[in-house]
Each structure stands twice: as structure tokens, then as C-alpha cells.
């Protein structure tokens, strides 16, 4: 059992000394020890129990044979170390985003606090905080906001923990009280919207008619349409292979990276319009040519230049302003409204589960809506109300 020495005095904060035993080496007892120190504003008697919980959980620890990081560094220290681990796998994009969060948020709120001293306590407080800030734009931060930067602290803890600087993370959300987030209704075309939507597409000029074309039919992502090359093109296949992704780069530049997950390196089969569109495009850019939509630079188009075009066109057509990302949704919705298995469904969008497919659902109700008026209509055809006498 851990032994537990609880110090205090006048000019030293009130700490913890925790050891737990080994089992002996060459005779002599092997023992770890910590220091944990409980938040100032923590009862005497809530730092008492805590400090049981602490060492009970640094004793299992010691049992499984993991041995703690004795530098145990503030967060602010440890954020330094946490970005160079996360920068191998992160985004430009994602990496300047969580850089931001936590200079900004994250740091000046827990910056000054060690991980072992870092308690589910701290973390409460901290979003407790952030849903009383208030927004530049009036009231206050909206609680998918609050879950964003709160999914970065819990990434940083994490990453802790993997690295033995604590025993346990203290963002446990079980041990936290979120804020709920009400479920955002997933922005559509309807198929009346869609088909005006693709007949104002024929006015506009050839690059932009094969990539909406391209997002409604192989409902790729924005950043995974920008970042295609002619070589991934298979026109005699027709098909596509989706192997990258564009993202916006500190400077303005597009950087090309992995695509979101590993289920996104796919292959899907575009239909015939697109496969007219396709070669007509390869004709006016000559066989040169290396990416399938360039910038004037040669590089590829900014995921970024796409979503501005898309909400001029909307504007322009009086067409519901939704984000580019709706064609892809609207891909999924009509594909699940023709019949198409939810399997297919997923493995052409590059869902990793099916489960996110689900989103789709209002299709599949809309559909079988559909299919009980066309029994009101077929009852109507086979069984004509009868004329009353009266009306003779």
C-alpha cells in the first residue's frame, strides 16, 4: 500500500509525499516517490481524500511497471514538447490551430500548473470559464466552441499520459461536466435544388462545372478534389483514385498532405457526364498539364478559392447559400435515395465506419415516405371510391 506523508508549514505550501514500494533488488528495497500539491482553494478534508486517490493510482502504476517522468514539468513546458510529437502527423493548418488554442486559451488559464498537480478540478474550471467568455460578435462562446478547444487540452493530457508524465489524464469525461451540444441538422441539396443547381452549372466555365460535377457524383471532400493530378485519373476506368489532400498553409500557400484518415485513399467511379467533362478539360489544358485544377502559379487550387467561387455561383443563381461541403453530403443523400446500400455509400465517400453514414438518415425516412404515397396512389388506381347515389 502507498504511504502517504502529508507536509505543511508556514512558508512551503501543503504538499503530499507519495511512495509506494517495489519489492527488493540486490536486498535493498526499490520505492518511488511523488510530490502532489492539492489546488490552494481544495478543504482540508477533499485534499486528504484526493491525496488517496492520487496514490492509489500512482501505486497501480508502479504495478503494471510504469515508471513516471520524475521531471514533472508545468503544462506550459510539456506544450513545447507536445507539438514537436504532433507535428509529424498534424496539418499545417492543424498544427497553427492548436499552437493558437493554446496560446491563447489553454495556457494562460492551467500554463503555470504541473501535470501531477493537474486535477479534473482544473479542467472543470477551465471550461467553466471559457462558457461564461464572451464573443467578439456578442454573448458567449458556443458550447461546439468550447468542445473544439477543449478536445486540444485533452489531446495535450493525453499524450501525457502516454508518456508516463502522469498516472492518470485528469480530462476524463466522465469525471467532467461537458456542455451539451445540440445536434447540427447535416446541410443538403434537396434533388429539385440539385438538378437547378447543375443546369446554372452550364453557364459557368468548364474548370468549375467538372468539379462540382466531380463533388456531387464522387462526393470527395474539397481539399481531396484540389489536390488531384491527371495521373490519378482513369479515363478508359472511369475512375478516380484519391490519394491526397489540399489545405491552406501559414502564408497563403496550399500544402498537399495525407488524406483524413486511412479509409480516404480510395478509388471511385465517376459517370459518364463527368467522363465528357473530363477529357473536354483534358483537351484545353494540353497532356502537360499535372494537376487537375491549377492556379495561374501552377500549383494547386487553394481549397479556400473554391468555397468563395461556390458562394458567388449560389448567390448569383438564387440558389440556398450552403458550404461547399453540402455536395458531398447531397452525394451520399441521393445515392442512399436510388437504393444504393449504405456500404457502398461509405466505402465511395471514405467513411472509416458506417455508423457516420447515419447522418444520411432523413433520406431513407423522405424514401419510404415516398413509398407509402405510391400505395395511396396505386389504391386510388385499383380501388375507385364508389359514386354516392346523391351525386347522379
Not at 498544427?95 to 494562460?108: G, W
Not at 491527371?230 to 495525407?258: F, Q
Request: glycine fraction near 6%; proline fraction near 5%; aromatic fraction near 6%.
Amino acid at each position: 500500500m502507498a504511504r502517504i506523508v502529508k507536509r505543511t508549514g508556514v512558508r512551503v505550501p501543503r504538499s503530499y509525499l507519495l511512495r509506494v514500494s517495489c519489492g527488493y533488488q540486490n536486498g535493498k528495497q526499490q520505492t518511488h516517490a511523488i510530490t502532489w500539491r492539492p489546488p490552494q482553494d481544495m478543504s482540508e478534508r477533499q485534499a486528504d481524500r484526493m491525496a488517496g486517490r492520487v496514490a492509489a493510482d500512482f501505486e497501480r502504476t508502479m504495478h503494471r511497471g510504469s515508471v513516471l517522468n520524475p521531471s514533472n514539468p508545468t503544462l506550459a513546458e510539456f506544450c513545447a514538447e507536445y507539438l514537436d510529437w504532433k507535428r509529424p502527423t498534424l496539418s499545417a493548418s492543424g498544427l497553427r490551430y492548436q499552437q493558437e488554442t493554446l496560446n491563447r486559451l489553454i495556457l494562460p488559464a492551467l500554463g503555470n500548473v504541473r501535470l501531477l498537480d493537474l486535477q479534473p478540478v482544473h479542467i472543470q474550471r477551465f471550461l467553466n470559464e471559457l462558457q461564461e467568455r464572451p464573443r467578439a460578435g456578442g454573448g458567449k462562446l458556443a458550447a461546439s466552441s468550447v468542445m473544439r478547444y477543449f478536445t486540444v487540452l485533452k489531446s495535450v493530457l493525453a499524450t501525457a499520459y502516454k508518456l508516463g508524465y502522469n498516472a492518470q489524464s485528469p480530462s476524463d469525461a466522465a469525471r467532467l461536466t461537458l456542455p451539451g451540444i445540440a445536434e447540427r441538422e447535416t446541410e443538403v441539396f434537396s434533388e429539385a435544388e440539385t438538378a437547378v443547381l447543375l443546369s446554372a452549372l452550364e453557364h459557368e466555365p468548364l474548370q468549375w462545372q467538372l468539379l462540382v460535377n466531380l463533388a456531387i457524383v464522387t462526393g470527395a471532400r474539397r481539399g481531396e478534389l484540389c489536390a488531384l493530378r491527371w495521373e490519378n485519373i482513369d479515363l478508359p476506368r472511369s475512375c478516380i483514385r484519391i490519394l491526397c489532400s489540399c489545405c491552406r498553409a501559414p502564408g497563403g500557400t496550399v500544402e498537399v498532405k495525407e488524406p483524413k484518415t486511412r479509409k480516404s485513399v480510395r478509388t471511385v467511379t465517376f459517370d459518364a457526364q463527368c467522363d465528357v467533362l473530363l477529357r473536354q478539360w483534358r483537351a484545353a489544358q494540353g497532356e502537360a498539364a499535372d494537376w487537375l485544377f491549377p492556379r495561374a502559379d501552377g500549383n494547386p487550387i487553394s481549397p479556400g478559392s473554391v468555397s468563395a467561387w461556390f458562394s458567388r455561383f449560389l448567390a448569383r443563381h438564387g440558389l440556398p447559400h450552403r458550404c461547399f461541403h453540402a455536395l458531398r453530403h447531397t452525394s451520399g443523400t441521393l445515392l442512399l435515395l436510388r437504393g444504393v446500400n449504405i456500404k457502398t455509400v461509405a466505402s465511395r465517400l471514405g467513411h472509416t465506419q458506417l455508423s457516420t453514414v447515419n447522418r444520411y438518415v432523413h433520406a431513407l425516412e423522405q424514401a419510404d415516405r415516398t413509398a407509402a404515397s405510391a400505395f395511396d396512389a396505386l389504391r386510388a388506381e385499383l380501388c375507385p371510391p364508389e359514386e354516392d347515389e346523391f351525386s347522379q
